[in-house]
């Protein structure tokens, strides 16, 4: 698309993009389906159309949300980013593509690194990867339990009952992407064990509108225990003080602001 055309598809899907002061701002072009987003990578555009056949409830996938149209182009680019829309809007799928994308850029950088190191010092390297991706939610995107892209894996906070289960769990099967609720984790792993965090190289925080004072103090802490070079993605239903707290706070790389179907954007005092 030409700048035109950009100005002509954000007005006709009500996609506005803005920095923290609520200024537009450049950013990526939106895209207008998968295989722009995600050229070059068939095998993720066939996972997403095949988890949505095991949701029955998503109606099967016929073409990209604007959020997802802004997002994907946003998020790949490695912006931080806070996504405003209504529930319906995609705001899952706007950030778990790209967390696979993520995840295996991210796998294929260790793996260069590693092949130095052992030939360098003449031996094997042992790495743990560790999680690459932490997504912070109470409600467990659907999709995740059928989105299945190579050797990628997954596990739930949630479906641990025990507290030390689950550093076991992270160091026995060594999941990519780790998906739990902000007490959850601290729950479930010891502070003495938050440790395992610190290759995380992409966090999500979404559905903030549920987030309590508790959640604040819990995402504090797991925020202190990842890399400070951290890409971060927040997503939110409405504009409010905690997603002013969390924006502030944790979108530090160069951020872009998505909302869509607000047309006069957000201002840090409108709550």
């Known amino acids: 698309m030409d700048d035109n055309e950009v100005i002509e598809f954000k007005a006709h899907s009500r996609i506005r993009v803005s920095d923290l002061n609520g200024l537009e ?53 490695g912006h931080d980013m806070l996504g405003i829309a209504d529930t319906g809007a995609g705001k899952s799928m706007a950030y778990l593509l790209p967390a696979l994308v993520h995840v295996e850029e991210q796998v294929a950088h260790w793996g260069v690194m590693i092949s130095r190191i052992s030939r360098r010092h003449g031996h094997f390297l042992e790495c743990k990867k560790f999680p690459t991706v932490l997504v912070i939610a109470y409600n467990s995107p659907d ?40 007490q959850g984790f601290l729950r479930l ?20 509108e549920l987030m309590t004072d ?11 225990q990842i890399r400070p070079d951290r890409q971060v993605v927040i997503m939110a239903n409405k504009w409010s003080k905690r997603v002013q707290l969390y924006t ?13 179907g607000y047309g006069g954007g957000f201002s840090f005092n409108a709550v």
């Open 25 to 77: 701002v450049s950013a990526p072009k939106p895209v207008r389906n998968l295989d722009d987003a995600f050229y070059g990578r068939p095998m993720i555009v066939a996972a997403m159309k095949r988890a949505f056949t095991y949701v029955p409830e998503k109606g099967g996938f016929e073409s990209p949300t604007p959020m997802q149209q802004q997002a994907w182009p946003i998020i790949l680019a």
């Open 143 to 182: 999709e995740l339990r059928f989105l299945q892209y190579k050797d990628i894996k997954c596990i739930r906070v949630e479906d641990i009952r025990k507290q030390h289960e689950l550093i076991k769990v992270m160091k026995t099967e060594d999941p990519d992407i780790v998906v739990g609720t902000p």
């Open 189 to 208: 792993l010891p502070r003495e064990d938050l440790d395992v965090l610190s290759r995380v190289s992409l966090v999500i925080v979404d559905g903030v």
């Open 214 to 224: 508790l959640d604040d103090e819990a995402i504090t802490c797991i925020f202190e």
């Open 248 to 260: 502030t706070q944790y979108l530090t790389n160069d951020p872009r602001v998505v909302t869509i």
